[in-house]
């Protein structure tokens, strides 16, 4: 019997996982059945492919030639599904995802409703929680994948850049500010400013940006700072202060006449949101039809 995918994909992640067992977990499988497939692999081919011991295998020589072959397989059929993904308007599915706060809430509602409308026939359930919660259903096999507010250091995991964001100058409707024609950085140095926690994505931008012009928090009056946008906003638009916030997230705002959004002239706080999935395991349609979606967005 020739080798097949299935096997190919098993020998693969056995050799990055190190061990049957780790191996065994992340796809899913009993480790006696991926030892069945390993061994019905070697098999076929008349040679041994692990040298086993008992905490680890390593790659024998012919296990050495086999690799690059397996990885090429793998990066095939990954191409082979994203070019058919067009093509899934027949499938039925489910995808299963995780989002942070700020792209859960405000990022991705718009884009769903398109998703949707393309690809009625793929359900989605999106949970929204911490990048740390995320990363941990998803390393457990409870969500297909998850979009984040920045890149993962974690090896079991491919992080992809898909979606870029704005900030903007927000204020209260009929703020000083909003009758000057430009407003630099200094200018908003004069006026109280409402933040969101420290640690925060948004807070990180705003300080970063600030910090390339030579301002540290010392120089910014900090009225309040808050645990998330919607606490923000409502800080703002009670004439509390100022703040730095997502475009995307005070649409609704703005388009009532609540809140005004400016541009600081000279200062870009933008970011990328990104994509985070096991890198050694092969999405399901569904997710892979939801990210080549999101990729043009």
Do not use: W
């Amino acid at each position: 019997m020739a080798m097949n995918f299935h096997q190919l994909h098993i020998f693969y992640t056995v050799a990055q996982k190190g061990n049957f067992s780790a191996a065994a977990y992340s796809l899913h499988m009993t480790q006696p059945a991926v030892t069945m497939q390993i061994q019905t692999l070697e098999e076929h081919i008349g040679s041994q492919l692990f040298i086993r011991t008992t905490k680890k295998v390593s790659l024998t020589e012919a296990g050495q030639v086999l690799l690059p072959y397996a990885k090429r397989s793998i990066d095939l059929m990954k191409e082979t599904d994203n070019a058919m993904a067009h093509y899934t308007n027949r499938l039925k599915g489910r995808l299963d995802l995780g989002a942070s706060l700020t792209i859960g809430e405000y990022i991705l509602p718009p884009l769903l409703k398109s998703f949707y409308e393309q690809h009625g026939h793929i359900s989605v359930g999106m949970k929204v929680m911490n990048t740390a919660q995320i990363v941990e259903d998803i390393l457990n096999y409870k969500l297909n994948f998850g979009l984040v507010e920045a890149p993962i250091d974690n090896p079991q995991l491919h992080t992809e850049a898909v979606l870029r964001d704005e900030l903007m100058l927000v204020m209260p409707k009929n703020h000083p500010l909003a009758k000057k024609e430009q407003i630099c950085i200094q200018d908003v140095l004069d006026y109280p400013f409402i933040l969101r926690e420290q640690g925060s994505g948004t807070r990180r931008i705003m300080e970063d940006e600030f910090r390339k012009h030579h301002i540290n928090l010392e120089q910014i009056h900090i009225a309040m700072e808050l645990g998330s946008t919607g606490a923000v906003k409502s800080a703002v638009e009670s004439g509390l202060g100022i703040a730095i916030l997502s475009d995307s997230s005070v649409k609704h705002e703005v388009e009532l006449g609540i809140l005004q959004t400016r541009r600081i002239e000279g200062c870009s706080f933008t970011r990328r949101f990104f994509a985070i999935y096991i890198d050694a395991s092969m999405l399901p349609i569904e997710a892979l039809t939801f990210l080549t979606f999101i990729r043009k967005a």
